[in-house]
T-cell receptor, first 110, second 111 residues
């Protein structure tokens, strides 16, 4: 079952923060986050595993609440390069298929 | 290692024709996935392999779609009797640790 993402779209000015949410009605083993720029393939950002800690690199981090089957992606002090569509992908078990959400379009403007 | 490679990058075909796409994953990646993506949508799961074994095929996928990974290396995705609704970007991804590495995709246009 496809995860739900919110918001569908967000517009930010450089330096502002954003949060993108992903939720599932099913128990999850892991949540993936990817960014896709127009005309390009999705690029991996991070994976959060059940029982794992919040992850992050640079100004992008994420958390996974396994009790609520929810994950959030945090983008702080956004840069123009953060623009793109963000997808979460979920696995219900290790080595399971990854099912992607519908995406969140993020636009960072000067 | 040059990443995941897909061929052809673009394919235009007439309705009713068969098409085949090839995916060469990153070497030694044991899992390989096929997805379909249309404009404004997330990648839609089609099927995936662990080495040469096809583990699952989407129930939404008609019998016109078939995929193989004969020696656990490259994979092919064949669509028989194409329909206009098959027009999409077909993405291949591979992994050995969980994070998916995507190819640039094969764009199919059915006239």
């Amino acid at each position: 079952q496809q995860p739900v993402q919110s918001p569908q779209a967000v517009i930010l000015r450089e330096g502002e923060d954003a949060v993108i949410n992903c939720s599932s009605s099913k128990a999850l083993y892991s949540v993936h986050w990817y960014r896709q720029k127009h005309g390009e393939a999705p690029v991996f950002l991070m994976i959060l595993l059940k029982g794992g800690e919040q992850k992050g690199h640079d100004k992008i981090s994420a958390s996974f609440n396994e009790k609520k089957q929810q994950s959030s992606l945090y983008l702080t002090a956004s840069q123009l390069s953060y623009s793109g569509t963000y997808f979460c992908g979920t696995e219900r078990a290790s080595y399971d298929k990854v099912i992607f959400g519908p995406g969140t379009s993020l636009s960072v403007i000067p | 290692d040059t990443g995941v490679s897909q061929d052809p990058r673009h394919k235009i075909t007439k309705r009713g024709q068969n098409v085949t796409f090839r995916c060469d994953p990153i070497s030694e990646h044991n899992r390989l996935y096929w997805y379909r993506q249309t404009l404004g949508q997330g990648p839609e799961f089609l099927t995936y392999f662990q080495n040469e074994a096809q583990l699952e095929k989407s129930r939404l996928l008609s019998d016109r779609f078939s995929a193989e990974r004969p020696k656990g290396s490259f994979s092919t995705l064949e669509i028989q009797r194409t329909e206009q609704g098959d027009s999409a970007m077909y993405l291949c991804a591979s992994t050995d640790t969980g994070e998916l590495f995507f190819g640039e995709g094969s764009r199919l246009t059915v006239l």
